[in-house]
């Protein structure tokens, strides 16, 4: 069966996920650099919608498990994003010397810094105001328009079927 119908259903659902999703981040403060906003899209295959956004947007809707001493390679790699975020949101690493004053910025102290917050957020989790767990944010896109959505695709999917018996 061709489904038209169906596929022009799922276009307006991949629109109307992308749109709650992105202002669903947004309300929970997730736009520092603006990659999760920039990454969240859509395809439609034909009678198939893909979803897609950044890998750590999970992470920061159901927050990471703790406790676990992961590879070193994993660490590395989340001490590195770690870095780059800091610089994002206008973080500076604030070494001091023996006598207090505060010393010129290297890549050392970035190192430093990045270590030192990888490591809390492997020890408690990801982000304090939602009591080191992730936002929900998913969920609560998901639960608020799981019925807007099974009507859109289910009048697609009507509309092909008539299509098909009026042949």
């Not at 919608?49 to 676990?68: D, H, P, R, V």
């Not at 050392?108 to 020890?123: E, F, K, M, P, T």
């Amino acid at each position: 069966m061709e489904g038209t119908h169906l596929n022009e259903a799922l276009d307006v659902a991949g629109k109307l996920i992308v749109s709650r999703f992105k202002a669903a981040a947004k309300e929970d403060g997730f736009s520092a650099s603006g990659e999760l906003d920039k990454s969240v899209r859509y395809t439609v295959d034909p009678n198939e919608l893909k979803l897609f956004a950044k890998e750590y947007a999970g992470a920061l809707s159901e927050g990471i498990s703790t406790g676990g001493s992961g590879k070193k390679e994993e660490f590395k790699k989340l001490q590195s994003n770690i870095i780059k975020w800091a610089k994002i949101k206008g973080m500076r690493p604030q070494i001091r010397d023996k006598k207090g004053r505060f010393t010129k910025v290297t890549d050392r102290a970035w190192r430093s810094l990045g270590y030192v917050l990888a490591r809390s957020i492997r020890q408690r989790g990801i982000s304090e105001r939602f009591g080191y767990k992730g936002s929900g944010f998913i969920k609560q896109v998901q639960k608020s328009i799981k019925k807007e959505l099974t009507d859109i695709i289910t009048k697609g999917y009507e509309k092909d079927l008539q299509e098909q018996l009026n042949k």
